[in-house]
């Protein structure tokens, strides 16, 4: 019995993911629980696991966009201990064409006059109710064998393979761009192939060669089938991009299939010069410009689900930056002090994030607008400060939350800073790590970035920017000093944070940055 394998319920707000790698390969035998697959979402990356043990048979492709819900690989009874009888039998059944043509008129009469096997759009998806046939991959009276992927459906959110369910010769009903419901008929598979008869001239050669050497004459014969060069659906469409033939790239999948990574590194065929059309003009030509390749790469999810969100904060508040700059003196002299005894008594360094953490923490109970947000036609006040961390991650920004920030040491912040930077780096952190969140502090001095105007982290109302430390001169005390100068920007929603208020709540960070001890006495 064969068990469908589906994408899981990942959270409330993810409706699909993304297939980003097979962990298992096609006919690959799984135990139970073990990874077959890696999911990646907007927000984080999960494994896909084995309900029982058995034989992998793929059904989605790497880099397909697949609803929660759809079935991604089934499994079937069996393992490799079931492909030895298979391959055994093998042998047996190759005489089997030689049989048929030797027959009386009667049993060939017979065979001819088996039915047709009507091939239809198999069900793809829950919300899917109609795919479009892209391309067809065997052509109108070809022969198939049973299981040879035949044409190419193509879904809003996926690309799919249709296969032939039995051997024979293929006619055509569909037409390529056609829009087909779920259950319409594609083709129908007729006889047992027309082009059967045509290879057993070669029969005897392969079957002399055999008598000689057995175990040759059968590899001969596994070494080649129907899935040898055939192209996935993923890596046919990379090809296509990179004009490259199929029939020049060697599969590394199942069977001789070309895979996707087998199309990535596929190289490009070099373009050949025209040099007796235009003798005079190549070599200037060549001289004055290099190469002018382009390179397309697909969106992640995560970087589509950033790009929209971003957008949708631009459209849908009041945004607007106020600035201010600190003197960076005595954080620093505090830190050049008591940094190696710090390190020593809690084991974590001491870093300027958590001076700003703790700043922000005191300001906003001070300024409790500012860590607000607005739900419908109501504004949300917390008496806590889950500050949120801007963390630049291989696969884009992830934001992940501090919580209860307000209650905690400089110790306990930069150790929660090391935590969550080291999950993010191996995109190991999950869904409640990132949700929420009261304020968010972004810095992208560590760039080199001067000067910026943040985009509010929504549904939150204000974000701090900080930025590079630049030794300038400032007016002290009457008299031109050069300091440690870094520049900050609070972006805020104005509709519910006056100027006021954000100027006010800036302020406040100045001043207890400009002046530590004010974190400790809570002045």
């Not at 879904?155 to 799919?160: I, N, Q, R």
């Not at 008929?185 to 000689?212: K, M, R, Y």
């Not at 620093?332 to 940094?339: N, W």
């Not at 001076?355 to 947000?373: N, Y």
């Amino acid at each position: 019995m064969s068990l469908a394998i589906k994408v899981p319920t990942v959270g409330e707000s993810i409706t699909e993911v993304t297939l980003a790698s097979w962990k298992k390969k096609d006919g690959d035998h799984v135990e139970m629980d073990e990874v077959i697959a890696e999911l990646e979402s907007d927000k984080a990356t999960f494994e896909l696991t084995a309900e029982k043990a058995g034989t992998l048979k793929i059904v989605a492709n790497e880099g397909d966009v697949l609803a929660i819900g759809a079935v991604v690989a089934n499994i079937e009874d069996g393992g490799a201990e079931a492909a030895a009888p298979a391959k055994e039998s093998a042998p047996a059944a190759q005489p089997q064409p030689e049989v048929v043509a030797n027959a009386p008129a009667p049993v060939a009469a017979a065979l001819a006059s088996s039915g047709a096997v009507e091939i239809k759009v198999p069900p793809v998806g829950e919300s899917i109710t109609e795919v479009t046939l892209s391309r067809w991959i065997k052509k109108d009276g070809e022969a198939v064998a049973m299981d040879e992927a035949i044409a190419e459906l193509e879904s809003d959110k996926a690309t799919f393979e249709l296969t032939a369910e039995k051997a024979g010769t293929l006619k055509t009903i569909a037409k390529e761009g056609d829009v087909l419901p779920i259950g319409a008929v594609v083709c129908t598979i007729e006889g047992a192939g027309a082009s059967q008869p045509a290879t057993t001239p070669v029969t005897p050669a392969v079957v002399s060669a055999a008598d000689e050497s057995p175990r040759g004459g059968a590899a001969v014969e596994s070494a080649k089938t129907y899935a040898s060069g055939t192209p996935s659906p993923a890596a046919a469409k990379i090809l296509a991009e990179k004009g490259v033939n199929a029939g020049s790239v060697s599969g590394t999948g199942v069977d001789g299939r070309i895979t996707k990574g087998d199309a990535l590194n596929a190289q490009a065929p070099a373009a050949k010069p025209a040099a007796p059309a235009q003798p005079a003009a190549a070599p200037v030509v060549a001289s004055t410009g290099g190469a002018r390749d382009e390179k397309r790469e697909k969106m992640t999810s995560l970087r589509k689900t950033v790009a929209k969100r971003l957008v949708s904060v631009k459209n849908e508040t009041a945004m607007l930056t106020t600035f201010n700059e600190v003197d960076m003196q005595p954080i620093m002299e505090l830190r050049a002090k008591y940094k190696d005894k710090f390190k020593e008594k809690h084991n974590v360094g001491l870093g300027f994030m958590s001076f700003f953490t703790k700043a922000v923490t005191e300001a906003l109970k001070d300024w409790p607008a500012v860590g607000a947000r607005i739900e419908g036609e109501e504004i949300v006040y917390s008496n806590f400060a889950d500050i949120s961390i801007a963390v630049s991650a291989p696969k884009g920004l992830v934001v992940p939350v501090i919580r209860n920030a307000d209650s905690m040491s400089l110790a306990e912040i930069e150790k929660a800073i090391v935590v969550l930077a080291g999950k993010a780096r191996e995109n190991k952190l999950t869904i409640p790590e990132m949700t929420g969140g009261t304020f968010t502090i972004t810095n992208g001095g560590v760039f080199g970035s001067m000067l910026s105007t943040p985009i509010i982290n929504a549904p939150q109302s204000a974000i701090l920017g900080m930025h590079n430390i630049i030794e300038r001169p400032v007016a002290v005390n009457g008299q031109v000093v050069i300091r440690p100068m870094m520049y900050l920007a609070l972006s805020y929603d104005h509709r519910i944070i006056d100027g006021r208020e954000s100027v006010s709540f800036l302020v406040r960070v100045k001043q207890l940055l400009e002046d530590p001890a004010r974190l400790l006495l809570g002045v």
